[in-house]
């Protein structure tokens, strides 16, 4: 359920009815701050947002007020579970600032969350040029070494994009945050930390902890104890992956309506997740929801014309 916008309740926030007072990007900008810190990322992201198009009716030029901003509407995504938006908010923030810490924390979090492991661990990695003691790039390059050597082997580094190389002036630039929550990029002579961005930072390095030690016991063939720390993962971070690993447990446990909605979850962050919609398409043909299990798979077929397995399963849908 979509948080309250701000202005509701009776609240004087700025912006909040047509008698509101002529804020500014600043104004607007510390207001979406308050609405992060109290979890409320759809109204923060709204007001950062309206920041963002003060500051371009003005036609200011102003690179990094614009470029903490999307960095700051990128946090709002990556909470939402919106990966994709985020990493688009990244891109134009590195854009506008190239190598700030923020962003590409940021982006290599979303990448992550969609399984884009090798562009994940470049931008963990340029985080470490940036300044070496960021603990969350260091536990991301850890995570992504591992899931790469899973997935392409030992030669999982020949597949990797080229990794930039950051000039000696933007390593000395920017202050260590952390990936929680908004805040600028402060340079190193005034470092801030936001409210509650501790925390966030543990929730999610705990959820992604709890994320593989539920893909272990996948291997291990437990799924049902798989089920239990994915669960425990969802509490602390809504992920779609996470939705994705727990609905293939429910499909190997016969729980095919809870694999439907875990597979439903996922494709709310992420319409279109391959691995949602397939698994889905599984659960509904088990049910005997033939149609529902068909427009998956013909979804899926739009973003992957070639998937051997979606192909496969849409003749068997054909037969039934």
Known sequence: ERPARPGREGRSRPGAGSSAMAVSPSDLRRAGNEEFRRGQYGPAADLYTRALELLEAAGEAAAEERSVLLANRAA????????SLCVADCNSALDLVPFGIKPLLRRAAAYEALERYPQAYVDYKTVLQVDCSVQAAHDGVNRMTKALLEKD????????????????????RWSAPSAGAPGANTPATAPQREPGENKAAANAERAQTLKEEGNELVKKGNHKKAVEKYSESLKLNQECATYTNRALCYLTLKQYKEAVEDCTEALRLDPKNVKALYRRAQALKELKDYKASIADIKSLLKTEPKNTAALRLLQELNRA
Do not use: E, Y
């Not at 995504?77 to 990966?83: S, T, V």
């Open 76 to 83: 709002c995504h990556l909470k939402d579970g919106a990966c």
């Open 153 to 172: 082997g030992v030669n999982w580094r020949q597949k990797l994009p080229p990794i930039p190389t950051v000039p000696i002036s933007a390593q000395t």
